[in-house]
């Protein structure tokens, strides 16, 4: 019964829901392609002959994650065909760079009329929603199909816990559905367990499986030569104000080494301008990436403002701090770092990660501070302890390496 009124609910709703997208077209949140995907409007695509598997990965973290399974199917099992939805224009954008095989489409909303007619339409044999996305629509829908859905990296955070357990009379009609789930952690997997999916394992995280980010030769070789006598330390996907950590710290950091150089990518490049601002209140040189005019060697920070450069930094680092951490935000993922030279530092706050934390620091391939004073200290060990530095980035890479060949065991379980 209620899930018959969350459909009702959902279709009642509709034209007030895509009047709310309009307006985030004018805002530069959504563009014509975008609202019309969303909301199945003169689609022309058409459904390819064979096994086809839809792989939905929601924003950019998502997105990652289902590039990653898609090119291992892909790579596994050639004669597959898929589909890619995703629900954000930065996810958009870096989707459509990758595989020409796949076909990519915007997410639909979860309003039961489009998800009919999106299932009937392109019937996948498999379904595949990365991480934490619980769309009750498409799951249902997915089953009244006699279809096949599965969550893989599936994470649940203790918020969505709390609020699935309050709506259980709800929520159990739709976790049980789920056919298959791999989670990412012990805990994970008890909370889907807990909310109904009676089919839960724990994979480990995918991101594992993640290829090295690219950078640009030309503009690294450009970089490395001014940076040849420095340090660099770059704090990645920082939130506001969490730049504040890094700021403090290297007042004293800079008393004992003096040529360091700190570099800040926010997750959101608007929130560039918060940085200019705390970082001009401290009377600290910057240069930003998008007004580049001088060397940046005449500056000890540098605000990059930019997107798919994390490559370039991580690269020029010896030292990278994971942004999300150091402020309540569940911290970001440090899987990328693996290719590069760079040693983990990260916050007390890394819950969208709790297993890779616990081996990272099982493992000693990262470091995990309190505080402002505990950052200063271990940067410190690894700046001034070269064999430490080493030692941690070695650990890092061997730890990628085992859990990357026990992630690659899960495609060939879920595809079969």
Known sequence: ???????????????????????????????????????????????????????????????????????????????????????????????????????????????SFLIKKFVKKWKPDLTIFMESEIWPNVINEIKEEKLKFVILNGRMSEKSFKLWKKLEFFSNNIFSKIDLCFAQDGLSKKRFQSLGTKNVKISGNLKFLSKQLDYDEGEYKKLRKELK??????????????????????????????????????????NSKNVQENLKKNNLKFLIRSNEKRSIKESNFYIVDSFGELGLFFKLSHISLIGGSFVNNGGHNPIETNHFDCALIFGKHMQNFIEIERRIIATKSGFKVKNINDMEKKILMLLENKKVWSDTIKNFKKLCATESKKASLIIEKIYR
């Open 1 to 111: 019964m209620i899930f018959k009124t969350y459909k009702h609910l959902s279709n009642f709703f509709s034209v007030l829901i895509f009047l709310y997208f309009c307006l985030r077209f004018f805002s530069s949140k959504e563009n014509w392609r975008s609202i019309k995907e969303k909301f199945f409007f003169f689609d022309k695509k058409i459904r390819p002959k064979g096994k086809l598997i839809w792989i939905n990965g929601v924003s950019i973290g998502e997105a990652k994650s289902g590039l990653i399974v898609a090119d291992q199917i892909l790579k596994k099992f050639p004669k597959s065909k898929i589909l890619f939805s995703t629900s954000t224009l930065s996810a958009h954008n870096i989707i459509s760079k990758s595989d020409k095989r796949i076909i990519l489409t915007y997410s639909p909303l979860d309003i």
């Open 229 to 270: 006598s420095k340090k660099v330390i770059t704090l990645f996907s920082s939130h506001k104000n969490e730049e504040m950590f890094l700021i403090n710290c290297s007042k004293n950091l800079k008393k004992r080494i003096r040529n360091l150089f700190f570099i800040i990518i926010p997750r959101h490049p608007h």
